[in-house]
């Protein structure tokens, strides 16, 4: 494998780092990129700065090419993105995505992440009484969720936020913009709205009723029915 430039047809160090980070769902941290090049080989000499190195190289590269995407720094690792002036042209496929039908365990814990964020998933399984690690990734594949960083506790863990996905595909420029309880009451009633009705549903859910708001009528559960989820069963969606 040679350690330096891109050439047609041969496999070369920044080649490899470039396949790794785009098959992989998440940032890859240079750490293993390091790892899984020695795994590879071991006589191979590569540190965790010179993979920075590599990805100037390739970024550089796209620029020159005038490709549309390019390898990002993103909480602490590195993984592709599409570069911002081609931003406009995606909006309507990223909707389109979004708007492909997402399971009731997967808006339920959209909503979680999007008023308790940033958050780790022992926090969100925590709340939920279910694992969710397929449900966070799933979410994370649709782009709805990114990585916030990790939170400074023992074993580091992800952190998770709502993306600029989500913010485009409701309508929103902020967080801040998420409805309160007596808005989600008022958009409900919006016909134009139906399609968000179980997200918003689920919103309602995790901030509870406003002070003074009679909760015990009997109306349906956030998944439109009249009984109660029970805890502490196992994801399968």
Do not use: C
């Not at 899984?36 to 540190?47: G, K, P, V, Y």
């Not at 995407?69 to 911002?84: C, K, L, S, V």
């Amino acid at each position: 494998m040679e350690n330096d430039e891109h050439s047609d047809g041969q496999i070369t160090l920044p080649s490899v780092v470039e396949a790794m980070l785009f098959a992989s769902p998440e940032p890859l941290k240079a750490e293993d990129l390091v790892k899984a090049l020695l795994r590879e080989d071991e006589t191979l000499e590569i540190s965790p700065t010179e993979i920075a190195g590599i990805i100037y190289q390739l970024n550089s590269e796209y620029a020159a090419q005038g490709r549309s995407f390019q390898i990002i720094h993103r909480g602490r690792g590195y993984t592709f993105a599409t570069r911002e002036p081609y931003h406009p042209w995606l909006q309507f496929i990223q909707h389109e995505n979004v708007a492909r039908k997402l399971s009731q365990s997967a808006i339920e814990t959209l909503a979680i992440i999007a008023y308790k964020q940033p958050i780790t998933k022992p926090e969100i399984e925590q709340i939920r009484g279910v694992d969710s690690s397929y449900i966070v990734r799933t979410l994370m594949e649709k782009k709805l969720v990114d990585v916030a960083g990790r939170r400074d506790s023992p074993g580091k863990p992800l952190l998770y936020k709502t993306s600029e996905t989500f913010l485009l595909h409701f309508g929103m420029t902020s967080v801040d913009e998420l409805p309160k309880p007596r808005e989600i009451e008022e958009i409900l009633k919006d016909d134009d709205m139906a399609e968000h009705r179980q997200l918003l549903l689920e919103l309602r859910a995790q901030l509870g009723p406003e002070p003074g708001h009679d909760s015990s009528d009997g109306g349906p559960s956030a998944d439109g029915s009249d009984e109660n989820r029970s805890s502490g069963s196992v994801d399968k969606d």
